[in-house]
T-cell receptor
Framework: NAGVTQTPKFQVLKTGQSMTLQCAQD?????MSWYRQDPGMGLRLIHY???????DQGEVPNGYNVSRSTTEDFPLRLLSAAPSQTSVYFC????????????FGPGTRLTVL | GENVEQHPSTLSVQEGDSAVIKCTYS??????FPWYKQELGKRPQLIID?????GEKKDQRIAVTLNKTAKHFSLHITETQPEDSAVYFC?????????????FGTGTLLAVQP
């Protein structure tokens, strides 16, 4: 099992550019989520999904879109990157329902100039 | 919505001492409280969790206590070792339903001095 994988590991964008962060898991988890991690702010939930075709907003959804066409994949799209989106992004997955361990991907470090 | 506060933000202890990190949560419906450890440059990993029907849980040198009335929970690490140095995050979730939505605290940087 590869677990949760993310690509790319590093990315530099210019303000206004768009890009997609990829996330995939091979554990047949129904629940997937995206977090951003900033110094002193902890992990903040951006978007989450409880299954294919179902997504919902987290704490900080503005500027990001997601879709879930398959159980395995949960890409995060930045439509028009801003310097405030400079952060480390983590994808996580788990079985649905509360009280289940979330497994994190290795992260993507994004810099927006 | 749920809000989780975590203290202290940094903690330095001597090797062999104990370390305690405290969190409070706002939503009384929360019933699942995991703790994650994140080493420098790595992904967060679950180290221990507790459910609201339990007051304390231990796993070797790590323990977590929960006070539902006061809405706070704590991580206790005994006999600390240099490899315990990391950032620790608490989180809270309302278990049940389809989601596994976790709200995290802001993290505690633990430094264990040899």
């Amino acid at each position: 099992n590869a677990g949760v994988t993310q690509t790319p590991k590093f990315q530099v964008l210019k303000t206004g550019q768009s890009m997609t962060l990829q996330c995939a898991q091979d554990m047949n988890h129904e629940y997937m989520s995206w977090y951003r991690q900033d110094p002193g702010m902890g992990l903040r939930l951006i978007h989450y999904s409880v299954g294919a075709g179902i997504t919902d907003q987290g704490e900080v959804p503005n500027g990001y879109n997601v879709s879930r066409s398959t159980t395995e994949d949960f890409p995060l799209r930045l439509l028009s990157a801003a310097p405030s989106q400079t952060s480390v992004y983590f994808c996580a997955s788990s079985y649905k329902g509360g009280r289940n361990e979330q497994f994190f991907g290795p992260g993507t470090r994004l810099t927006v100039l | 919505g749920e809000n989780v506060e975590q203290h202290p933000s940094t903690l330095s202890v001597q090797e062999g001492d104990s370390a305690v990190i405290k969190c409070t949560y706002s939503d009384s419906a929360s019933n699942y409280f995991p703790w994650y450890k994140q080493e420098l440059g790595k992904r967060p990993q679950l180290i221990i969790d507790i459910r609201s029907n339990v007051g304390e849980k231990k796993d070797q040198r790590i323990a977590v206590t929960l006070n539902k009335t006061a809405k706070h929970f704590s991580l206790h690490i005994t006999e600390t070792q240099p490899e315990d140095s990391a950032v620790y995050f608490c989180a809270a979730s309302k278990g049940g339903g389809a989601t596994n939505k976790l709200i995290f605290g802001t993290g505690t940087l633990l430094a264990v001095q040899p």
